[in-house]
């Protein structure tokens, strides 16, 4: 016979134990709206929203707008060619501001038409709406759920505050500009169309690079932060010597090239802007340098400090440019610090865990997942810092020649 009081202490045991289970919570998927925010909507100002384009396919009754969206887009990039074209024809002699201050905004035309066909491509082809699907198809692996990961609000409010940085830096230069009569402050007198048009063409140029650039910097967020907090949970269990488990060790394994798979699709799309885009920024900024080096008292103070507000946005985003996706490189390689880091697995017994603990690691540290630019230089942190080193100073190499120049008669 069963002594009741004895059951009563089973079953407070029980259910003692149950409640001290943590039960991971439930995955809500992220949508669109939650990593992009408010930029959903306000791409649509680029002109460059193309996804009605994607939706045409499904659905015939959008064929006709489809097709005025694809020419309003490609209006708006002959635009942004007219005002880089005007820049580039402003150009002086040799080694002089105009053909400086013409290089330096000119080369960051050529780069605000790479952004804008990356809008182009990147809303056409359902760029962050697939990316989003994949990534949750990745935080579903996660072992436990994370809010303030998923929370892109800060990162929001932090590209609001950047884009008024860089809208305030290029616009001041057009309307300085158009204030003189000229396409750049150094440049020669245009006809009035010309100089009227310049600020507004600079205005819808800077909603486009904006969005471009913010589109590129989410996604890569949303990459280095699943990769980060990859390593942390994989952290943990290796504090807790779980790691030692097969079935835990293939579960991060899995994980792991889940996450390499989702950073080499999002490259394919990013890569379109971050192979081509730091050859222009670089230019940009070697020439910002050079004039803020060389030409200090060329200019009249409040024209020369509107010159340096832009070198600092060119250096802005030349860092923008180039850091995220360095990060997102220093995360993968990180995942092969915290398994080496224990020892472990040199006295693991299972040559099954030893082999699947070799494999992440190679795969942490000999993936292929690197966007180059130019299909040659990886963008990876040591290489970032050191072209965050050398091409500035390329700038004030080109004053230190043209002061040379000047000491020995040359006019320049």
Partial sequence: MINPSTESMEDETNRSRTSSVIMPEVKEPLLEE????????????????????????????????????????????????FR??????????????????????????????????????????EFIPLHIARLNKVRALRVKESREMDDYSSVHRKAFIWSAFWFLALLSHAIA???TQKVIISGKPVIAPLYIAMPFLTLLACFIVTH??????????????????????????????????????????????????????????????????????????????????????????????????NLFAVLAISFMTLRPASN???????????????????????????????????????????????GAIPIYPTAVNLAMFLFPNLGNLLALVKKVLVAHGVQV
């Fill in 177 to 179: 500009s158009a204030a």
């Fill in 328 to 374: 997102v490189q220093f995360h993968l390689a990180d995942t092969a610090r915290v398994l080496m880091d224990s020892e472990e697995f040199e006295k693991s017994v299972d040559s099954e865990v030893f082999k699947g603990y070799q494999v992440m690691i190679n795969r942490s540290l000999k993936h292929n997942v690197y966007i180059r630019v130019l």
């Fill in 212 to 309: 471009c650039l913010i589109y590129y910097f989410l996604v890569h967020v949303s990459l280095k932060r699943e990769i980060e907090y990859f390593n942390v949970e994989l952290d943990e269990a290796k504090q807790e010597k779980r790691l030692h488990d097969p079935n835990t060790l293939v579960d991060f394994s899995h994980r792991q090239v889940e996450l390499v798979r989702l950073v080499a699709k999002a490259n394919e799309s990013l890569g379109s802007y971050a192979q081509v885009a730091p050859m222009f920024c670089f230019n940009g900024c070697i020439n910002a340098v050079y004039i803020a080096s060389g030409f200090t008292d060329d200019l009249p103070s409040i024209f020369f400090a509107i010159l340096l507000f």
């Fill in 34 to 81: 939650h990593l992009v925010g408010p930029f959903r909507k306000t791409i649509k100002i680029t002109g460059l929203d193309c996804r009605v384009i994607a939706l045409a396919q499904n659905n015939p009754n959008l064929r006709i707008k489809s097709i005025i969206t694809r020419i309003v887009a490609l209006a708006v990039i002959a635009l942004i060619f």
């Fill in 84 to 125: 880089c074209g005007m820049i580039f024809k402003a150009e002086g002699p040799a080694m002089s501001l105009t053909w400086a201050e013409s290089n330096m905004f000119a080369f960051m035309g050529i780069h605000a038409i790479a952004c804008a066909f990356c809008i182009f491509g990147w809303t056409k082809n």
